[in-house]
């Protein structure tokens, strides 16, 4: 029985399959005004040498920009004058042995129950399996553009929201 509780007790909660370590993700980048993500949860989430990389457009042109995760988890744990809400509306995570691949489509909010999301994004991420916990290895993400609308399929209304506090579904 003390074996059982010691290994329980050596993976952090919420990381023992890819979906456990998603809704983590999204929890722990959402925040309440004057405050920024949860830098430590962050910590555990990403892996040391993960990398995220964000699609930007500038001059109409697409530019990828990327940060080591440290720097990303640096950025997203800075106070911020509003809030920050993450809201996942789809998600499908494809599975082999200790590789995981996720889609994610999320809904942000500077407001928490605001009607309308300030912008939708898509997420990429790639996850392994190390020690028991999955752990993010990459993340590639882009805001939704003007012109170019997520795909509808990408956007299920019959995804149930895992997280805490999410508004409902419009």
């Known amino acids: 029985m003390f074996l059982l509780s010691t290994t329980f007790a050596s993976t952090p909660p919420s990381q023992e399959a890819p979906d456990d370590t998603l809704d983590a993700l999204w929890a722990a980048l959402s925040h309440e005004p004057l405050a920024g ?15 995220v990389f964000a699609l930007r457009f500038e001059d109409g042109q697409p530019r990828v920009v990327v940060r080591s995760a440290e720097e990303f988890i640096a950025r997203q744990a800075e106070a911020e004058k ?14 082999y042995g200790d590789f995981a691949h996720a889609l994610s489509t999320v809904e942000s909010r500077t407001d928490r ?16 399996r190390e020690d028991g916990r999955w752990r993010i290895l990459s993340l590639y993400f882009s805001q939704e553009k003007p ?9 299920a209304a019959s995804f149930t929201y895992p997280g805490p506090a999410a508004p409902a579904l419009q």
């Open 113 to 128: 129950d605001a009607p309308q999301a300030s912008f939708v994004g898509v997420n990429s991420l790639q996850l392994a």
């Open 82 to 95: 509003t809030g920050f809400y993450e809201r996942e509306i789809f998600r499908s995570v494809r599975t």
């Open 147 to 155: 012109g170019v609308p997520i795909p509808a399929d990408w956007r």
């Open 37 to 51: 993500a949860d830098a430590a949860r962050l910590r555990e989430i990403f892996h040391p040498d993960a990398r």
